[in-house]
């Protein structure tokens, strides 16, 4: 065997041991970002996953029972004991106007719980009051955001996504659970508007909204070009309740 053979045979010497870790630590360091970035488009694709998988039961209860059901969509009520530690989470629950009782109040449909929207992510309503000219506004203070992340997707007895009930608004049972003091108290009714009630919506948004108050806490200009480039728009198809993702 030669000197050459025996060095070969030997393994790694220190130097070419600490260049490989050196390649190594290189290439991690360039694959955490992207990795991290894969976790958060997950959270996202879930989110919608659970706003779409919502639609369909919401638009099979509405067409089942011939009446008006919906998905509603709104920020935990932190200011309640009972969601301690839900600060900034969003929740999304199957709601129906019940046949069965008169004055076209919803209530949580039967056989349906309120499902958290994962991570950090939240939905936000597109209309007139939040958006301008393509750009959003309006989103200043802690009571605009928590009035934009409430909205209802509502479908009319045929399946087809309206704005009105029965020529109304949308109004929420103040005596259900997910709304009454003595009960689960999910929710802030006074969000909804309580007895005038909100329109439904046909389009909404997805963002991250705990990035957005960060930035808005430093500059209201930054929060806005952040949801302005990053917010997911997503349309809702009128005739079906399809989530319609657009960038």
Same mark, same amino acid.
Do not use: H, K, Y
């Given at each position: 065997m030669t000197a050459a053979t025996a060095r070969q045979t030997e393994g790694f010497t220190l130097v070419e041991m600490m260049v490989t870790i050196f390649i190594i630590s290189l290439l991690a360091g360039i694959a955490l970002p992207t990795i991290a970035a894969l976790f958060g488009s997950g959270t996202e694709e879930q989110a919608c996953n659970i706003l779409s998988a919502?639609? =369909?039961?919401? =638009?099979? %209860?509405?067409? =089942?029972?011939?009446?008006y059901a919906g998905v509603h969509v709104q920020l935990a009520d932190d200011s309640s004991k009972q969601n301690t530690g839900l600060l900034h989470v969003s929740f999304a629950a199957v709601v129906w106007d019940d046949p069965a009782t008169p004055g076209h109040q919803f209530t949580l449909a039967p056989d349906f719980r309120p499902e958290r929207v994962p991570g950090t992510v939240a939905f936000g309503k597109i209309n007139s009051t939040f958006v301008s000219g393509g750009n959003y506004r309006g989103?200043?203070?802690s009571d605009d955001l928590r009035s934009f992340t409430t909205f209802t997707i509502v479908f009319s007895p045929t399946g087809k996504v309206v704005r009105q009930v029965a020529g109304g608004n949308v %109004?929420?049972?103040?005596?259900d659970a997910l709304f009454a003091e003595s009960q689960i108290k999910l929710w802030d009714r006074s969000l909804t508007n309580d007895n005038t009630g909100l329109s439904g919506e046909t389009a909404v948004t997805l963002f991250d909204i705990k990035k957005f108050i960060v930035l808005r806490e430093q500059n209201d200009a930054e929060a806005y070009k952040y949801l302005?480039?990053?917010?997911?728009?997503?349309?809702v198809s009128v005739h079906t309740g399809q989530l319609l993702p657009r960038e």
């Open positions: 919502q639609l =369909r039961a919401a =638009r099979s %209860v509405a067409i =089942r029972n011939a009446t989103l200043s203070g %109004v929420f049972d103040a005596t302005n480039e990053n917010g997911m728009f997503l349309p």
